[in-house]
């Protein structure tokens, strides 16, 4: 019997006038039946449209047979072929498109084979796109009064959360200044190796020299550029094996089946490639203390095979030291020389007239060869204090005034490190002293401070003041010897500016100063 609507049963007498009246009621009853039957199924499939329409992820749904039945807007948007899937009937064009969308193509066909093979499973995977996406595909069997019909589909991108999962996990793994591993994955790999009962294994640790000096210096910026580049160098020689930054300046590489042969050829690259380095790059010299321990039976545990090799790290380091060290400072000096402290003969002209000064006050031969060490080195410091301060024409703020200050006790560290500027170390930390108290850093005044900061004191200033700059004319003489007057008993030493003017006109050889 062909469908009518409700209206249309009214006329049932003209349209069945033969039927008699029992036949005409179940007639009626079986069409109402019919019409209620199809509005729920619309009222079903509406409100499943609704489902999935208001749903967050792309859904369709499909046919036991995996024809698709319905699908919301988000998955139309959410995949490039679109409506195409839905209008390829054939198993192997399905595939096909698949294929030409998805990097793990085969792996998702025989994930997608084995849910119909048991359909009656939950089933979630990963899709990776070849667009570089990351879906989240989720399947579940839907029933329709007790009885299986398909399956929805829903789909969820991933890709922001995929994306910090991994830079979570490689956060968890890596040194975030150098890159390389960090000493919680170098200790999680310690106890592997551990567990895995390798006999043949062995450890690298190097330690950057003078780091501290470095970073006290030079400043923590100049320091991690040092600690990128060791990591650098140390990555380009490890032959594949992980490089791990276990310390503040260690590092370590871990190496499994080796001999101490392979180790030493190691070792000795990253000598060949460090020593490159530091030929090409004359801004700040980079040495290395190398130690490394190879353990040839499991009774040696990877514990005490780092201890030996970081013991042999620190005797080698013991061994060198000193020499490493006066590397660093003569690269210091350098760094000075090319920021144009010590140059136009500034250096020279100190160490001439603190001579001729120490001659005038009778000083022994020692003091003198100490306060033309004072005079050569006493700006040291300075490397440590950006050029935007030491540079600038204007007068300083109260903060540059402090960051420069502070030239005073990196040079006296500088000099620490160095054996033959220890002897001038505390001289260079207290040249900035004034006579009444109001110097730095330590507020030393009159005899307190040292007689040859007081010495340097003077000459300094008279070379700074009848010295041309870039930004001004040096002052005559008499310019000079007025200011150092004005400045007698506050800031300089009286007694001893009198001598020194005393000097400058008997050199000149007569009472008259020009």
């Not at 591993?181 to 390798?198: D, P």
């Not at 007057?485 to 001598?499: E, I, K, N, S, Y």
Request: include cysteine; charge should be neutral; glycine fraction near 6%.
């Amino acid at each position: 019997m062909m469908g009518y609507t409700f209206s249309e049963l009214i006329d049932i007498d003209k349209l069945y006038p033969v039927l008699s009246e029992e036949q005409k009621k179940l007639r009626i009853s079986e069409e109402r039946f019919r019409l209620a039957a199809e509005e729920k199924t619309k009222r079903s499939e509406a409100l499943l449209a609704a489902v999935i329409e208001a749903g967050a992820d792309a859904i369709v749904v499909v046919s036991n047979n995996g024809k698709p039945l319905k699908h919301n807007e988000k998955f139309l948007k959410m995949f490039d072929f679109g409506t195409e899937i839905f209008n390829l009937q054939k198993l192997h064009e399905r595939e096909a498109l698949i294929i030409k969308y998805f990097k793990n193509a085969c792996d998702i066909i025989k994930h997608t084979q084995s849910i119909y093979d048991h359909p009656e499973k939950e089933r979630c995977d990963i899709l990776e796109l070849k667009d570089g996406r990351t879906i989240e595909r989720y399947s579940k069997p839907f029933y329709l009064e007790g009885k299986r019909m398909g399956r929805v589909w829903s789909y969820r991108d991933i890709t922001e959360r995929k994306q910090a999962e991994e830079q979570l996990k490689y956060n968890y793994a890596h040194d975030s200044l150098t890159t390389v591993y960090n000493r919680t994955y170098f200790a999680q790999k310690i106890n592997e190796m551990e567990a895995e009962k390798c006999a043949l294994a062995g450890i690298i640790v190097c330690d950057i020299d003078g780091l501290k000096l470095v970073n006290d210096t030079m400043g923590h910026r100049i320091g991690d550029d040092l600690l990128i580049s060791a990591a650098g160098i140390l990555q380009e020689c490890s032959e594949g094996n992980k490089v791990y930054r276990i310390g503040g300046d260690e590092f370590a590489i871990l190496i499994s089946n080796t001999s101490e042969k392979h180790i030493e050829k190691i070792v000795n690259k990253i000598k060949i490639v460090l020593s490159q380095y530091n030929n090409a790059n004359s801004k700040i010299h980079l040495t290395l203390s190398i130690g490394f321990a190879v353990r040839h039976q499991l009774s040696i545990g990877m514990k005490a095979l780092l201890r030996e090799a970081d013991n042999n790290m620190y005797r080698e380091k013991l061994y060198h030291s000193q020499s490493n060290r006066s590397a660093i400072v003569d690269t210091l000096m350098k760094a000075l020389e090319a920021r144009d402290f010590i140059t136009e003969g500034h250096a020279d002209r100190l160490q001439y007239l603190v001579k001729d000064m120490a001659i005038e006050l009778e000083l022994s031969e020692s003091r003198i060869t100490i306060l033309r060490l004072l005079a050569q080195f006493h700006d040291i410091g300075k490397v440590g204090i950006s050029d935007s301060i030491l540079f600038k024409r204007g007068r300083l703020t109260q903060e540059e005034m402090f960051e420069m200050k502070r030239h005073s006790e990196i040079g006296f560290r500088i000099a620490q490190s160095a054996p033959d500027l220890i002897s001038i170390a505390s001289l260079i930390l207290k040249h900035h002293e004034h006579w009444n108290g109001n110097g730095y850093p330590l507020g030393l005044k009159e005899e307190q401070i040292p007689l040859e900061c007081r010495m340097l004191a003077i000459v300094d200033a008279y070379d700074a003041m009848t010295s041309n700059r870039p930004y001004r004319k040096g002052m005559t003489q008499g310019e000079a010897i007025a200011e150092l007057q004005r400045c007698a008993g506050t800031q300089f030493d009286p007694h001893l500016v009198t001598r020194f003017i005393q000097m400058l006109k008997e050199k000149e050889g007569n009472d008259e100063v020009i």
